[in-house]
């Protein structure tokens, strides 16, 4: 998976005071307060950065984008044409097995859906196609 979980930390200082900001990727905001621009003050806003309500709800974002990717749904592409192919242009299972340097029992795996290898499949595709 290469999507990642963003949760943007941010300060906006002023003459006075200091506002630190939590917000979710898509600007969701997950907490905030504000400080006084003293010595005082920026501790307390590393502190409220680092408290366990502000870890809680940075751990309740991620688990929710964890939860939102694991559960959308994902197109699979089919296998199925590979075999219909490879027999009308009169291919053995062996010739193709040969040309990508696998056994034979990989192809016919692959052919009928019962192994997932879809770079393979993908040159075997445009391999049936130009021959």
């Known amino acids: ?3 990642q979980v963003s949760i943007i930390g ?3 200082p002023h003459a006075d005071t200091i506002h630190v900001a939590v917000i979710g990727v898509l600007g969701t905001p997950i907490a905030a307060a ?3 621009t003293t010595a ?4 307390r806003a590393l502190s409220f950065l680092n408290s366990a309500e502000i870890i809680r709800m940075l ?4 688990v ?6 694991l559960t959308q749904q994902i197109e ?6 590979l075999r219909p192919a490879r027999q009308a242009k009169n291919i053995t299972l062996t010739a193709v097995a040969q040309h990508f340097s696998v056994w034979p029992a990989v192809i016919s795996r692959l052919e009928r859906g019962q192994q997932r ?7 075997y595709r445009a391999w049936l196609a130009a021959a």
């Open 117 to 123: 290898d879809d770079d393979l499949a993908e040159k």
């Open 10 to 12: 941010g300060v906006d």
């Open 40 to 43: 005082d003050g920026y501790c």
């Open 34 to 36: 504000e400080f006084p």
């Open 1 to 3: 998976m290469t999507d």
């Open 59 to 62: 751990k309740r974002a991620i």
């Open 76 to 81: 699979v592409p089919s296998y199925a044409d």
């Open 64 to 69: 929710r984008e964890i939860y939102r990717l």
